[in-house]
């Protein structure tokens, strides 16, 4: 069964960098999109972007080229760098799994994200 | 970008009552390409609904998807005490992939 694990930092200072890893296990990164959300306090979701594991990345617009995802299929990981941070980018960072033509069907446990000086 | 709706923010119902949830599209779904999901406080979301209609591995035949281009419902059919929660539909017929807002089902 495929587990998903978020790592990184829980609080970012503002215009600061925020860099987070997922690790995936039991099973194997081929033939899915792998896929970063998040959601703001007391909010709903939103899509930030994925990888395809050829390597095809897309982005939410509405981060203004402050996002970039990459993937390792060497160590089944894939990371999420986000730039320029503000109050407005304090969340809880999801990874999953986006098999094509299908939901988001394994998610992380999420991993909570301040912005603070 | 598609702008999906939903409606009510909250519903309030019994368990054992039927619950119907709208999800509205600013334009068409291609391939209707619409799924839901549950989260309950403190989770991540999970998957119950794909391609509007086809129930996700695990999801009990009491939750049903319905609903074609721009126009989706989510249904359960007898709530359960499991079933209280919120409830999003994303799209993902587009490169840009979009959630509605969210309905709270709550215990009336």
């Known amino acids: 069964q495929v587990q998903l694990q978020e790592s990184g930092p829980g609080l970012v200072k503002p215009s600061e960098t925020l860099s987070l890893t997922c690790t995936v296990s039991g099973g194997s990164v081929d033939n899915y999109y792998w896929t970063w959300i998040r959601q703001s306090p007391g909010k709903g979701l939103e899509w930030i972007g994925h990888?395809?594991?050829?390597?095809?990345?897309t982005y939410n617009p509405s981060l203004k080229s402050r996002a970039t995802i990459s993937l390792d299929t060497s160590n089944n990981q894939f990371s999420l760098r986000l730039r320029s941070l503000t109050a407005a980018d304090t969340a809880v960072y999801y990874c999953?799994?986006?098999?094509?033509?299908?939901?988001?069907?394994?998610w992380g446990q999420g991993t909570t994200v301040t912005v603070s000086s | 970008e598609i702008v999906l709706t939903q409606s009510p923010g909250t519903l309030s119902l019994s368990p054992g009552e039927r619950a119907t949830l709208s999800c509205r599209a600013s334009q068409s779904v291609s391939s209707n390409f619409l799924a839901w999901y549950q989260q309950k406080a403190g989770q991540a979301p999970r998957l119950l609904i794909f391609g509007a209609s086809r129930r996700a591995t695990g999801t009990p035949d009491r939750f049903s998807g319905s609903g074609s281009g721009a126009d989706f419902t989510l249904t359960i059919s007898r709530l359960e005490a499991e079933d209280f929660a919120v409830y999003y539909c994303q799209q993902y017929g587009t490169s840009l992939l979009t959630f509605g807002g969210g309905t709270k089902v709550e215990i009336k």
């Open positions: 990888v395809y594991y050829t390597g095809s990345l």
């Open positions: 999953a799994r986006n098999p094509i033509y299908y939901g988001v069907d394994v």
